[in-house]
Structure formats: structure tokens, C-alpha cells
């Protein structure tokens, strides 16, 4: 069964820094993985979606590596702003169906200060 | 484009009662869509898959006669909650999938019940 786990939990930082979101997976045979935004009481945004076959994506100031024999994917988000805070989540295509479920992992809320 | 709405985005109401949630594909057509519940600080929990004009494929735990499912056409799903209790308060997330490696999530409905 598939699990996906991301660490840290929070994430508190000063503007301007740039860091590391970490995500796991257990079984390494997904389609793809996707990176969310999550503002508080709202829907889901999708930031960032790598491919089975790719290693990395980028988009403006954020990137998205996947290492899929580890199970392992970053999120890096560069000279963060305030406007980044938000609960990030990621969330892999299970490969062991064709029915397109994804499972989440239980997000990490980034709090970027002024 | 891919624009997902739920509707309501917030709804209240009292224990025995049934509370019915649509979620729409604005500018797509969904073969797929995707009912989610979030408790808080927790993550996306997958509930049911429905495709149009079938049953829905619910997940291991979820009560399909509680959480009732209609996928009638291939731009709205409805959940129906029936006889809510207070532990049926939650977020409730659809998504909608043009095809099966994409989805696309509407805004969330907050569901409290007295």
C-alpha cells in the first residue's frame, strides 16, 4: 500500500531564504507526483507535476526534483516571500491502477516572516 | 481553463439531516471525478472515485450508503451526506479528471453539522 510522508510538519523562515520541502514514497512504481498549494479553508493549487520518466520541473521561483528508485521528491522554493505561506502538499499518482487516485502525504504548513 | 466549482462553499446543519454537494467541471468534461474529506491540520483523505453513468468505487471504510455519490452527467457530481451526524463535519473536496493522469480540484465545501 502506497504512503507518502512529508517532512518537516511546519516550516517557519525569514524572507528572502530559500528551503526545502521533502516528500517520501513507499512503493516506487507511481505514474507521476504533483505538488500542491494549499491556502487556509480553500481548494487545492497545482504548482508543479513531474512525470514518472522526469527528474525535475521548474516553475519561476519554484522546483521539484523526483528521485523515483529512492521514493524521494523536493520541493524548492527560492528568495521566499510572505505570499509562500501556505500548507504545501504532495501527492503521488498511484501506479498500481489506471483509475488516476492520487495519496496525499499530510502537507507542510510553511510560514515565510516578514 | 479546467475550472472546477463546488457548491456551497459552506453549509450548516443539524444532526439527522441530509446535505447534498455538487461539484462541477466548468470548461471540461470529466470522465472521472474524485470525492475527497479533510479533517483539520490533516490530509486529503480519498472517499470514492465516480465515473459517469456507473456507480461509484468507494474506498475501504466509507460508508457508501452515508455518503451517497450520482455522477449524472460528464460536468456534475453530487455528494450527498445523509443523516449527518457531527462527526461527518469536515472539508469536502472534489476533483474532476479530464483524462487519468490529471485532476483538477474545486474550492472545497466546509460542512458542519450541529
Known amino acids: 500500500k502506497q504512503e507518502v510522508t512529508q517532512i518537516p510538519a511546519a516550516l517557519s523562515v525569514p524572507e528572502g531564504e530559500n528551503l526545502v520541502l521533502n516528500c517520501s514514497f513507499t512503493?516506487?512504481?507511481?505514474?507521476?507526483l504533483q505538488w500542491f498549494r494549499q491556502d487556509p479553508g480553500k481548494g487545492l493549487t497545482s504548482l508543479l507535476l513531474?512525470?514518472?520518466?522526469?527528474r525535475e520541473q521548474t516553475s519561476g521561483r519554484l522546483n521539484a526534483s523526483l528521485d523515483k528508485s529512492s521514493g524521494r521528491s523536493t520541493l524548492y522554493i527560492a528568495a521566499s516571500q510572505p505570499g509562500d505561506s501556505a500548507t504545501y502538499l504532495c501527492?503521488?499518482?498511484?501506479?498500481?491502477?489506471?483509475?488516476?487516485?492520487?495519496?496525499f502525504g499530510q502537507g507542510t504548513t510553511l510560514q515565510v516572516k516578514p | 481553463g479546467a475550472v472546477v466549482s463546488q457548491h456551497p462553499s459552506r453549509v450548516i446543519c443539524k444532526s439527522g439531516t441530509s446535505v447534498k454537494i455538487e461539484c462541477r467541471s466548468l470548461?471540461?468534461?470529466?470522465?472521472?471525478m474524485f470525492w475527497y474529506r479533510q479533517f483539520p491540520k490533516q490530509s486529503l483523505m480519498l472517499m470514492a472515485t465516480?465515473?459517469?453513468?456507473?456507480?461509484?468505487?468507494?474506498e475501504q471504510g466509507v460508508e457508501k450508503d452515508k455518503f451517497l455519490i450520482n455522477h449524472a452527467s460528464l460536468t456534475l457530481s453530487t455528494l450527498t451526506v445523509t443523516s449527518a451526524h457531527p462527526e461527518d463535519s469536515s472539508f469536502y473536496i472534489c476533483?474532476?479528471?479530464?483524462?487519468?493522469?490529471?485532476?483538477?480540484f474545486g474550492p472545497g465545501t466546509r460542512l458542519t453539522v450541529l
Open positions: 465516480s465515473n459517469e453513468g456507473s456507480k461509484a468505487t468507494y
Open positions: 513531474i512525470q514518472s520518466s522526469q
Open positions: 501527492a503521488v499518482h498511484d501506479g498500481s491502477s489506471n483509475t488516476g487516485k492520487l495519496i
Open positions: 470548461d471540461f468534461q470529466a470522465t472521472t
Open positions: 476533483s474532476a479528471s479530464p483524462i487519468t493522469d490529471t485532476q483538477y
Open positions: 512503493d516506487s512504481a507511481i505514474y507521476n
